[in-house]
């Protein structure tokens, strides 16, 4: 099993930017893809971004794409998701997730394939 803190979230103008973290318990940490979703209030949660386990493939929503990366550190058991140019349509809690992977350049982007979540960051933007 994994468990998973997220941190970073905040209120922040429209065009700024955000880095969250979701930091991993456990020692294997580069066997776990990993993903960023966000559920705004009155909808449903939505995939945002992932990246495999080696951190070489990554993958992003058409609504975050050229604005949000995702990226991780293996040796800290940490993924990041760097925001950029965020606007209020952002504003969500956000939340990260992980699935052991047979694979290291496997990655999904299916809220269905994570069995494991953290508790949630909030990011407000401000328009």
């Known amino acids: 099993q994994v468990q998973l803190v997220e941190s970073g979230g905040g209120l922040v103008q429209a065009g700024g930017s955000l880095r969250l973290s979701c930091a991993a318990s456990g020692r294997t940490f580069s066997s776990y893809a990993m993903g960023w979703f966000r559920q705004a209030p009155g909808n449903s949660r939505e995939f945002v971004a992932a990246i495999s386990g080696n951190g070489g493939s990554t993958y992003y929503a058409d609504s975050v794409k050229g604005r949000f990366t995702i990226s991780r550190d293996n040796a800290k058991n940490t993924v990041y998701l760097q925001m950029n140019s965020l606007k209020p349509e952002d504003t969500a809690a956000y939340y990260c997730?992980?699935?052991?992977?047979?694979?290291?350049?496997?990655?999904?982007?299916?809220?269905?394939?994570?069995?494991?979540w953290g508790q949630g960051t909030q990011v407000t933007v401000s328009s």
């Open positions: 997730a992980a699935r052991e992977t047979l694979y290291s350049d496997e990655y999904y982007c299916a809220e269905e394939g994570y069995p494991y």
